[in-house]
């Protein structure tokens, strides 16, 4: 891809990969808004909105939101003025009628070159992840087992407490793992079949996947 073109990237892959974190990551190096969908549901879930009150049972049970909710949420932030030079959709699609309502949206706006990253994970690894990792309100993760991290500690990047996700509970990360087999998988292979998918080994270290994902893209 051209960095100083629109830049149109999906990540896709199990949760836990790490997907947020190279988003964020290459959001702040590129200058372009990282769309997590799970952010803004969490977002509002925090508010208390109508939406947010549909979707935390939902989440909290590892389920996924209806199409219909989340294909409008994803219009409305790809069609705002932040994502003239690009953007980072994490989160979707997730399912195949998803993955087509976002094909037909790219053509509405007329995205032609836009890149899949898939971040591939084995499932114990996925499980480890998550039964490990630590969020603040801010939005900053981390593992409990790299920084001697605990919850309700203080996040070393911004002080607030830090918490386990509702989600990631062991029970729910069963399901999510479970739906993602099933329903989110399958996806892979619309963008295969399209010639847009990149796939990274997302066991590796962060910096490794971060440096392997700009060579894949860019070539630097
Ligand atoms: P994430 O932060 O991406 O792991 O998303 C957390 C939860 O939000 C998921 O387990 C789903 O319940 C919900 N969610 C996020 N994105 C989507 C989507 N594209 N479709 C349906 N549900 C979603």
């Known amino acids: 891809m051209d960095p100083s073109a629109r830049i149109c990237l999906i990540f896709f892959g199990p949760p836990g990969a790490g997907k947020g974190t190279q988003a964020k990551l290459l959001s702040r190096d590129y200058g372009i ?3 997590s969908t799970g952010d803004i549901l969490r977002a509002a879930v925090a508010r208390g909105t109508e939406l947010g009150l549909k979707a935390k049972a939902l989440m909290d049970a590892g389920h996924l939101v209806p199409d219909e909710v989340m294909i409008g949420l994803v219009r409305e932030a790809l069609t705002a003025p932040a994502t003239a030079r690009g953007f980072i959709l994490d989160g ?3 399912t195949t009628p998803q993955a087509v309502a976002l094909g037909a949206l790219f053509a509405e706006m007329e995205i032609t070159a836009y890149r899949v990253v898939e971040f591939q994970l084995d499932p114990e690894a996925i499980v ?4 490990n990792r630590l969020v603040c309100a801010n939005g900053h993760t981390f593992s409990m087992s790299a920084g001697q991290l605990h919850p309700g ?3 070393p990047e911004c002080q607030a407490p ?3 996700r509702d989600d990631d509970r062991a029970e729910t990360v069963r399901n ?3 739906v993602y087999d099933e329903t989110t998988a399958p996806v892979r292979h619309y963008y295969e079949e399209r010639g847009v998918l990149i796939s990274i080994d997302a066991s590796q270290s962060i910096d490794d996947v971060t440096s392997e994902l700009y060579r894949r893209l860019f070539g630097n």
């Open 162 to 164: 830090l918490i386990q």
């Open 153 to 155: 500690g203080p996040c």
């Open 33 to 35: 808004p990282h769309i």
């Open 128 to 131: 480890h992840r998550l039964g």
């Open 176 to 178: 999510r793992i479970r």
């Open 92 to 94: 979707f699609p997730r």
